[in-house]
């Protein structure tokens, strides 16, 4: 009987054991197929700008070294097509070490509108290019005091406030809103822009996800500035949504948890 009792035992442990196993291989798999699909992804979007620029030189090489305003505004393109190709890689770099678990966070507290504004200042310019105005709009004696990773929260800011410059029409604008939600603050950007169709918004988060390649591509887009946003804020353990009509606007929001 205490035979049986501990064979009964072992053969409990050898199945648990198993059963671990199993589960350490289907994340690996996973993981492997994530890898090999983001490598595809990678490599798929790093061919078009380096297709484009082998075209220009060939194009220069064969015919356009003569002439001065053709040599020239072949060089500008592919010129324009090594920025692309460097604004992809400080991407995957930055998402490589989001993923990879290398980036700390290095939490401190600090006021959210004072980062905004900053980061408004930074993209004023960009922004009156494209006859963009940006508001702000604070509630009064509220308490913004946040505890995050401000440096990360900027880059987040930078790149939401960007894309609706990128995807904002002339003359629009675009808001930038705090609201006091008890222990957390709610940050919204909001734009009077393009729109995104309701059958792309589960996507955009999606690296190298976008709703029109051709703009994002003449706006300089590499396609993983959301995926970088939700990985920083999934990062601050908090979430981030967006609402979006076409044609009218989008508006993205995310929390941060208040500082004491
Ligand atoms: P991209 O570099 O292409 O801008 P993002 O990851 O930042 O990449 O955004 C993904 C896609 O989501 C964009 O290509 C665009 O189609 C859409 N998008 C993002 N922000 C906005 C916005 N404010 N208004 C309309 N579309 C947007």
Redesign the pocket.
Same mark, same amino acid.
């Given at each position: 009987n205490a035979d049986a009792k501990i064979f009964e035992e072992v053969g409990e442990q050898v199945a648990a054991w198993a059963a671990n196993q199993q589960k350490e291989i289907d994340q690996l798999r996973s993981w492997s197929e994530y890898r090999r699909a983001f490598l595809g992804d990678i490599s798929h979007e790093l061919k078009t700008p380096i297709f484009n620029i082998q075209g220009y030189i060939e194009s220069l090489i064969d015919s356009g070294v003569e002439d001065p305003v053709f040599s020239l505004s072949f060089l500008k393109k592919a010129a324009k097509n090594v920025d692309r190709l460097q604004t992809i890689i400080q991407d995957l770099e930055t998402i490589s070490k989001l993923e990879t678990g290398n980036m700390l966070l290095e939490i401190t507290s600090f006021d959210i509108r004072e980062l905004g504004k900053e980061v408004f200042e930074e993209l004023e310019i960009k922004a009156a290019e494209r006859n963009i105005s940006l508001d702000f709009k604070e509630g009064a004696n509220q308490n913004f005091r946040v505890k995050a990773d401000r440096e990360k929260i900027r880059q987040v800011l930078i /790149?939401l406030v960007h /894309?609706?410059i990128?995807?904002g029409i002339p003359n629009g604008r675009i808001k930038f809103a705090f609201y006091d939600m008890d222990k957390r603050v709610l940050i919204e950007v909001a734009?009077n822009?393009?729109?995104?169709p309701k059958e792309h918004l589960a996507h *955009?988060f999606d690296r190298f996800?976008? *709703?029109?390649k051709s703009r994002?591509r003449t706006?300089g887009?590499?396609? &993983?500035? &959301?995926?970088i946003v939700k990985h920083i804020i999934e990062a601050h353990a908090q979430t981030i949504n967006v609402r979006s009509t076409p044609n009218l606007g989008?508006t993205f929001g995310f929390t941060l948890d208040k500082a004491g």
């Open positions: /790149n /894309n609706s990128k995807y734009d822009g393009i729109g995104i *955009v996800y976008r *709703v029109d994002s706006q887009g590499s396609g &993983l500035g &959301l995926s989008s």
